[in-house]
């Protein structure tokens, strides 16, 4: 098995088995592999890679868009109306448009951490360029300090660690 330097994990599992109590943890990954690993105590390798996992999101500039944003009808001769909420301010005409699968690059002060605490910030669509506001309510935030390849964001497959099995 062969990972660049990505591994998308979308599936962590472990059992009991036998009489020993030996343990077995599965990572099961979007590239469609499944690493397999012997330990004692799978409960904290889980806790330990939620923990790794919940670091990495909170330090990463990367979204994934979940669902379209199309601001209807916005021009930027159309008057401005502003919103007022979790004291950011901005108008409709600087919402970003983009569409399901669109990785997403938050810039300036924005976080993954800022994003989760306040709900609001400034991103930039890698597919169009075009900047503007970005919810944290349809973006999902990849943990991952460097940008991901093209091709697992073009599949779909960026919901990272969606299920546990234990």
């Known amino acids: 098995m062969q990972f660049s330097h990505f591994a998308i994990l979308i599936l962590v599992s472990y059992n009991r088995s036998g009489p020993t109590n030996a343990s077995q943890i599965q990572l099961h990954t979007a590239q469609g592999s499944t690493l397999t690993f012997n330990t004692p105590n799978p409960e904290d390798l889980k806790d330990l890679l939620l923990f790794l996992l919940a670091e990495l999101r909170r330090l990463s500039r990367f979204t994934v868009a979940?669902?379209?944003?199309?601001?209807?009808?916005?021009?930027?001769?159309?008057?401005?109306?502003?919103?007022?909420?979790?004291?950011?301010?901005?108008?409709?005409?600087?919402?970003?448009?983009?569409?399901?699968?669109?990785?997403?690059?938050?810039?300036?002060?924005t976080t993954g951490e800022s994003l989760m605490k306040n709900i609001w910030g400034m991103g930039r669509n890698?597919?169009?360029?075009?900047?503007?506001?970005v919810s944290n309510e349809n973006v999902y935030i990849l943990p991952?300090?460097?940008?991901?390849?093209?091709?697992?964001?073009?599949?779909?497959?960026?919901?990272?660690?969606?299920?546990?099995?234990?």
């Open 66 to 109: 979940i669902q379209d944003n199309v601001p209807k009808g916005l021009k930027k001769s159309h008057v401005r109306s502003v919103f007022f909420l979790t004291q950011i301010h901005f108008t409709e005409t600087n919402l970003l448009a983009y569409r399901k699968g669109d990785l997403v690059y938050l810039e300036g002060e």
């Open 126 to 133: 890698r597919r169009t360029d075009e900047r503007g506001d």
């Open 144 to 166: 991952t300090l460097r940008e991901p390849p093209s091709d697992i964001i073009v599949r779909g497959n960026y919901l990272i660690l969606t299920e546990l099995i234990v």
